[in-house]
């Protein structure tokens, strides 16, 4: 057998202790998924770990460590790569789905830091369906950045894309392989086979032998065995038990693979229909589904932003930056930043179905005199209210802003939406009549506690 069936049965999950009162309002059990609405970035291990007590089982469903989730507890921060956000809560399942991309390396530093914290990690589940990263992933990801010169994608270089093509080509290696050395050296001596003379004959890289990464991956598989289950199954069967379920994407819908700025997006979808793809949860048990949002836009990597601010050349460009402390999780890079884009999030409403949205670092809007919001584009002397399909266009718009009062005071110790000031009430008012849905969180803060829970249980 190639790995525990012991971790196939369903934990015992106990009742939650202490649930906030804005939580025990519920009156329906609900499966919730968690999309990020522009370029990632937004916010989303915050409002995820906030709401997470709520669930029994929180779940990634796509992506790899190119994401970078950070949750902020009293002065504790973690910048989570792999695992849920849900693992901050030991009686919560954390599950990483088949949909998601995995590297063991990075899996297992996760798993020991939290171990190393007193956090339990007894309650993740990672899915012998979902792949695993190889070591020659990441080489071809620099490779090919570095192939298509200025072009590039400006890539996290953690190997995703070419995981994920293995995968559609049908070559890649699970975790399930990984779990069984014969299958393991069977599906490396073939890969390498392939990828070898690539990587000496192309780029002039050194070749990998099937040894040398036995040697690396085998012990790792042994650490991580206890954690590898039929998750399809284990969801299923916690939602025929009346359990709750929040999934928890990565990257954004302006990543995604075919809602996205294509080719400048990542190789999963990261839209909310890839819960149920990236899962094995059907989708009629879907009721919600909340989008994070920021309060201005942000991008890492190459492509199309309209509302980009220059960091060099604007002052309001520099000043999001800094404020926000707009600086990669993952890679350290500095975000781009520019202005709210109402466009976008109307499209992001309507790709991913949004029933509610969660508006994160309104806070850092505090600084500016007005804020401008993006209501349309020009793109060639044609007016867009939606996003234009056709790249060329994207890549030309010029935004047609409005511009609102700013506030100008400290808002970060608002908890309810009546105390923050009159112009910060209007530019929440405002933006979700743009998206057209409502929002029901407001973060004015990094901190868990730095939340308006303004509409979520009703
Ligand atoms: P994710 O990838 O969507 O989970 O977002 P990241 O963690 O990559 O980036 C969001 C950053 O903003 C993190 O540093 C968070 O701690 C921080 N953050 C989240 N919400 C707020 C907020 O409302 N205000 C401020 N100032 N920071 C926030
Ligand atoms: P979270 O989950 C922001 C971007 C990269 C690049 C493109 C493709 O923290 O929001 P990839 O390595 O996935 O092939 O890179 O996608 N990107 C992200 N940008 N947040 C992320 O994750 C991202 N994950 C990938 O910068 O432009
Ligand atoms: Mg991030």
Aim: charged share 25%.
């Amino acid at each position: 057998i190639w790995y525990n069936t012991e971790r196939q049965r369903i934990p015992e999950i106990p009742e939650k202790a202490e649930m906030p009162i804005y939580l025990q309002k519920r009156q329906k059990r609900m499966l919730t998924s968690i999309t990020g609405i522009n370029w990632g970035d937004e916010g989303k291990g915050k409002i995820c770990d906030l709401i997470a007590p709520e669930f029994d089982c929180v779940v990634r469903y796509q992506g790899g460590n190119n994401a970078g989730h950070t949750i902020v507890v009293g002065d504790k921060k973690y910048g989570l790569h792999q695992v849920p956000s849900g693992v901050m809560y030991p009686d919560c399942v954390s599950v990483i789905g088949n949909g998601c991309v995995v590297n063991p390396a990075v899996l297992l530093e996760e798993i020991d830091m939290f171990e190393g914290d007193g956090i339990s990690t007894a309650n993740l589940k990672v899915s012998g369906n979902a792949h695993v990263i190889m070591p020659y992933h990441v080489d071809l990801d620099g490779a090919y950045e570095e192939l298509l010169g200025k072009n590039n994608i400006g890539t996290t270089k953690r190997g995703i894309g070419p995981c994920y093509q293995d995968k559609m080509a049908r070559i890649g290696i699970r975790m399930q392989d990984l779990m069984d050395e014969a299958t393991f050296r069977e599906k490396l001596e073939i890969a390498l086979a392939r990828v070898n003379p690539q990587l000496e004959r192309i780029f002039d890289m050194p070749a990998y032998t099937v040894d040398q990464i036995c040697e690396t991956y085998l012990p790792m598989a042994e650490r991580l065995r206890p954690y590898i289950c039929e998750t399809g199954l284990l969801l299923n069967n916690l939602v025929e038990e009346g359990k709750e379920i929040l999934f928890e994407g990565a990257q954004a819908t302006l990543l995604d693979i075919d809602h996205g700025t294509y080719p400048f997006v990542t190789s999963s979808n990261c839209t909310a229909g890839g819960a149920v793809t990236g899962s094995g949860v059907g989708m009629k048990n879907i009721d919600r589904v909340l989008g994070i949002m920021k309060a201005y836009t942000t991008r890492v990597g190459s492509g199309p932003m309209p509302t980009e601010l220059d960091y060099e050349t604007s002052d309001e460009g520099r000043t999001l930056t800094e404020v926000g402390h707009e600086y990669g999780v993952t890679t350290g890079r500095r975000r781009r930043c520019g202005w709210f884009d109402g466009v976008i999030a109307r499209y992001a409403t309507r790709v991913n179905g949004l029933t509610d949205i969660a508006l994160t670092k309104l806070d850092v809007l505090s600084e500016f005199d007005t804020v401008k919001v993006c209501v349309a584009y020009d793109c060639d002397g044609v007016r867009y209210t939606s996003v234009p399909e056709h790249t060329a266009a994207f890549a030309r718009a010029v935004p047609v802003y409005e511009e609102l009062p700013g506030w100008k005071c400290d808002i970060t110790g608002c908890r309810t939406f009546e105390e923050l000031p009159q112009a910060a009430q209007d530019y929440v008012t405002y933006v979700e009549n743009l998206a057209g849905c409502k929002v029901s969180f407001v973060a004015v803060g990094p901190d868990r506690e730095q939340t308006i829970v303004r509409d979520w249980n009703k």
